[in-house]
């Protein structure tokens, strides 16, 4: 805790000391008290005796609520600041999830989803969004920091690529067109799902799962699609369940894809079981986290909550004060 | 109008008093030593060298009525009265218009001031610039940095130096009555005729309250009169001023002594004619 304006204070204890002099010196809207004989008449009565210790007690609390107040506004207006080091780039990312959704990739995304549920909950400031498709791309939802609505949406997505699962309305809308797994117009959907504008400072990644199997005839290629994630600045991580590399054999399907990741500077991870999943998803969190960790940001806050409460208090007591204090 | 004198003259040469001596003179020629007071002219200078203490002639002495003014002159006088006035002035103005009728009259005036540092007396004479004299020394005398009011010190110094018999005026604010000064006005009214003029202090409670900041001139400390807003204490007030009131007048009444209550300069003159038609009925 610091004062950012601290030479306000002793400007501020100057300017009050010469208000109370002032105070102390000017006469009182009556002008000059008048002399007044056998005032004890008065004085002595049990009754006054009384009404005088209250009246300087209330006058007391008045003159201390007075000075409480000045002295806490003071405080606030020289601004008490705590400064805290954050790492930006923690809490600068967008992800969007981008799943196949044809049958042949139901378990790995279950996987995928099941991971990020459990991230989630680590979130803070991240964005995230969920974008299936198969032939045609649906928007689960849009990039959020919703983490509650998110989670929720998760663990419908989960339950849904359960293989056991009889309710297939999750995936509706990705069958509109023939074919399937169209996975140019999948990726270019999921890449158009980050807002425009140039002056976005956030890392962008997609978590790509699908096989690469594409059946049908999609508006993008893979190649095409590739090259609009790179001009958006967005880097793509690939799984593939089904890499049917072997030794210095390479599946032509699974190395489009991984040249694919490559170009946008991402990464390509073969997967050989769902359960690898989980710890892909953390090494590509840490991947993203090394790279997106910039130099440290001192924060700068405002504390104003102690004086300003206090001068709340004095307020209080002022109030009570003027009212019992006769003028 | 004039300060009438119940008790029969007992000099020859008293003028319109009523004398017990009837008939041709006796050329009476009693001595008595002199107390201060006596006129210096009074003073049987052969007899005095002869005996060696100043010795005065009675009848001489005791021709003229003598009036003295017995004013407290301390800083309760330069307080306010209830009218707003400085009570001083309600007494200087008293002072001057008694003074004037005992003169006009032929009489003598006298003044025992003071304030608990000191009595002061300036002896009786029957002239305008010696009663003028004595209204600038109460006016001088009664200041703020004069000493505290202590009637009863004016009284027991009256008591003490004036042997003759003399008509006292009182002149004094709403004084609280003790011991002292029941002891000091008994022997008083054995001795002299006596008009008590009380000047009245500024209400301090109650609908007459002045609404200004006042302070006391006995510790010179804050009055808040604002407290006495308060219905309680402003009853609590009017019942203790009411006693206050009633202790002074049952002693003068027990006394057979008149008083005059002077609230500010507009009533003086009323007020004290009604005091001395009052005195003039009295037995």
Same mark, same amino acid.
């Given at each position: 805790?610091?004062?950012?304006?601290?030479?306000?204070? @002793?400007?501020?204890?100057?300017?009050?000391?010469?208000?109370?002099?002032?105070?102390?010196?000017? @006469?009182?809207?009556?002008?000059? /008290?008048? @002399?007044?004989?056998?005032?004890?008449?008065?004085?002595?009565?049990?009754?006054?005796?009384? +009404?005088?210790?209250?009246?300087?007690?209330?006058?007391?609390?008045?003159?201390?609520?007075?000075?409480?107040?000045?002295?806490?506004?003071?405080?606030?207006? +020289?601004?008490?600041?705590?400064?805290?080091?954050?790492?930006?780039?923690?809490?600068?990312?967008?992800?969007?999830?981008?799943?196949?959704?044809?049958?042949?990739?139901?378990?790995?995304?279950?996987?995928?989803?099941?991971?990020?549920?459990?991230?989630?909950?680590?979130?803070?400031?991240?964005?995230?969004?969920?974008?299936?498709?198969?032939?045609?791309?649906?928007?689960?939802?849009?990039?959020?920091?919703?983490?509650?609505?998110?989670?929720?949406?998760?663990?419908?997505?989960?339950?849904?690529?359960?293989?056991?699962?009889?309710?297939?309305?999750?995936?509706?809308?990705?069958?509109?067109? /023939?074919?399937?797994?169209?996975?140019?117009?999948?990726?270019? !959907?999921?890449?158009?799902?980050?807002?425009?504008?140039?002056?976005?400072?956030?890392?962008? !990644?997609?978590?790509?799962?699908?096989?690469?199997?594409? +059946?049908?005839? @999609?508006?993008?290629?893979?190649?095409? +699609?590739?090259?609009?994630?790179?001009?958006?600045?967005?880097?793509?991580? !690939?799984?593939?369940?089904?890499?049917?590399?072997?030794?210095?054999?390479?599946? /032509?399907?699974?190395?489009?894809?991984?040249?694919?990741?490559?170009?946008?500077?991402?990464?390509?991870? /073969?997967?050989?079981?769902?359960?690898?999943?989980?710890?892909?998803?953390?090494?590509?969190?840490?991947?993203?986290?090394?790279?997106?960790?910039?130099?440290?940001?001192?924060?700068?806050?405002?504390?104003?909550?102690?004086?300003?409460?206090?001068?709340?208090?004095?307020?209080?007591?002022?109030?009570?004060?003027?009212?019992?204090?006769?003028? | 109008?004039?300060?009438?004198?119940?008790?029969?003259?007992?000099?020859? #040469?008293?003028?319109?008093?009523?004398?017990?001596? %009837?008939?041709?003179?006796?050329?009476?020629?009693?001595?008595?030593?002199?107390?201060?007071?006596?006129?210096?002219?009074?003073?049987?200078?052969?007899?005095? &060298?002869?005996?060696?203490?100043? #010795?005065?002639?009675? %009848?001489? &002495?005791?021709?003229?009525?003598?009036?003295?003014?017995?004013?407290?002159?301390?800083?309760?006088?330069?307080?306010?009265? *209830?009218?707003?006035?400085?009570?001083?002035?309600?007494?200087?103005?008293?002072?001057?218009? #008694?003074?004037?009728?005992?003169?006009?009259?032929?009489?003598?005036?006298?003044?025992?001031?003071?304030?608990?540092?000191?009595?002061?007396?300036?002896?009786?004479?029957?002239?305008?610039? %010696?009663?003028?004299?004595? #209204?600038?020394?109460?006016?001088?005398?009664?200041?703020?940095?004069?000493?505290?009011?202590?009637?009863?010190?004016?009284?027991?110094?009256?008591?003490? *130096?004036?042997?003759?018999?003399?008509?006292?005026?009182?002149?004094?604010?709403?004084?609280?009555?003790?011991?002292?000064?029941?002891?000091?006005?008994?022997?008083?009214?054995?001795?002299?005729?006596?008009?008590?003029?009380?000047?009245?202090?500024?209400?301090?409670?109650?609908?007459?309250?002045?609404? *200004?900041?006042?302070?006391?001139?006995?510790?010179?400390?804050?009055?808040?009169?604002?407290?006495?807003?308060?219905?309680?204490?402003?009853?609590?007030?009017?019942?203790?001023?009411?006693?206050?009131?009633?202790?002074?007048?049952?002693?003068?009444?027990?006394?057979?002594?008149?008083?005059?209550?002077?609230?500010?300069?507009?009533?003086?003159?009323?007020?004290?004619?009604?005091?001395?038609?009052?005195?003039?009925?009295?037995?």
């Amino acid at each position: 805790m610091e004062l950012k304006f601290w030479w306000l204070l @002793p400007v501020g204890i100057a300017a009050l000391a010469a208000a109370v002099v002032l105070a102390l010196r000017k @006469p009182g809207r009556d002008g000059a /008290p008048v @002399p007044v004989a056998h005032a004890d008449r008065l004085t002595a009565l049990p009754r006054y005796q009384r +009404a005088l210790a209250a009246q300087r007690r209330w006058l007391a609390l008045g003159v201390a609520s007075v000075l409480l107040l000045a002295g806490s506004l003071l405080m606030a207006a +020289a601004r008490p600041v705590s400064a805290s080091t954050t790492i930006p780039g923690q809490v600068n990312r967008d992800i969007i999830l981008c799943l196949d959704v044809s049958g042949s990739m139901v378990g790995t995304d279950e996987a995928i989803v099941g991971a990020f549920a459990e991230l989630v909950t680590r979130f803070k400031g991240e964005r995230i969004g969920l974008t299936i498709f198969d032939s045609s791309a649906v928007q689960v939802f849009p990039l959020t920091d919703d983490y509650e609505f998110v989670a929720e949406q998760l663990a419908a997505a989960k339950k849904a690529m359960n293989k056991d699962t009889a309710n297939f309305d999750f995936f509706a809308g990705t069958y509109q067109q /023939p074919g399937s797994s169209l996975i140019g117009d999948g990726l270019a !959907s999921c890449v158009t799902g980050f807002p425009g504008g140039d002056g976005q400072q956030r890392s962008r !990644s997609i978590v790509l799962s699908t096989d690469n199997m594409l +059946a049908g005839k @999609p508006l993008f290629t893979l190649g095409e +699609a590739a090259a609009l994630a790179k001009a958006s600045k967005v880097r793509i991580y !690939s799984l593939n369940p089904n890499d049917y590399s072997e030794g210095t054999y390479a599946d /032509p399907v699974a190395q489009g894809l991984k040249d694919a990741s490559a170009t946008t500077g991402g990464a390509y991870f /073969p997967l050989t079981s769902p359960a690898a999943v989980k710890s892909i998803v953390a090494a590509v969190q840490g991947t993203e986290a090394k790279r997106l960790n910039g130099a440290a940001v001192v924060t700068v806050a405002d504390r104003p909550d102690v004086p300003l409460g206090l001068g709340l208090l004095a307020l209080a007591g002022m109030g009570v004060a003027a009212w019992k204090v006769r003028p | 109008m004039y300060i009438f004198a119940h008790r029969k003259a007992r000099g020859l #040469l008293e003028g319109e008093y009523a004398s017990i001596f %009837h008939g041709r003179s006796l050329d009476f020629e009693d001595l008595r030593t002199y107390v201060p007071g006596d006129e210096v002219r009074d003073i049987d200078w052969k007899a005095t &060298a002869r005996v060696g203490t100043p #010795l005065v002639k009675r %009848h001489k &002495a005791t021709r003229r009525q003598q009036l003295l003014f017995v004013v407290d002159t301390g800083r309760n006088m330069a307080a306010i009265a *209830r009218g707003g006035e400085t009570k001083k002035d309600i007494a200087v103005m008293a002072m001057g218009i #008694l003074g004037s009728l005992a003169l006009n009259h032929g009489d003598q005036v006298a003044l025992v001031h003071g304030d608990p540092r000191g009595t002061h007396a300036l002896p009786a004479q029957g002239t305008e610039r %010696h009663l003028e004299g004595l #209204l600038q020394r109460v006016d001088a005398a009664a200041t703020l940095g004069a000493g505290e009011s202590r009637l009863a010190g004016q009284l027991e110094y009256a008591a003490a *130096r004036f042997k003759r018999r003399m008509l006292l005026v009182v002149l004094a604010d709403e004084v609280a009555v003790d011991a002292r000064i029941t002891k000091v006005m008994r022997r008083l009214a054995a001795q002299h005729e006596i008009l008590w003029v009380q000047i009245d202090d500024a209400e301090l409670a109650g609908a007459e309250a002045a609404a *200004r900041a006042s302070y006391d001139v006995a510790g010179m400390g804050p009055v808040l009169t604002v407290l006495a807003a308060d219905l309680e204490l402003a009853r609590d007030y009017a019942r203790d001023a009411a006693a206050r009131a009633e202790a002074l007048t049952g002693l003068l009444v027990s006394r057979g002594i008149a008083m005059a209550r002077i609230g500010h300069t507009g009533q003086v003159v009323q007020s004290l004619f009604a005091l001395l038609e009052r005195h003039r009925r009295a037995q």
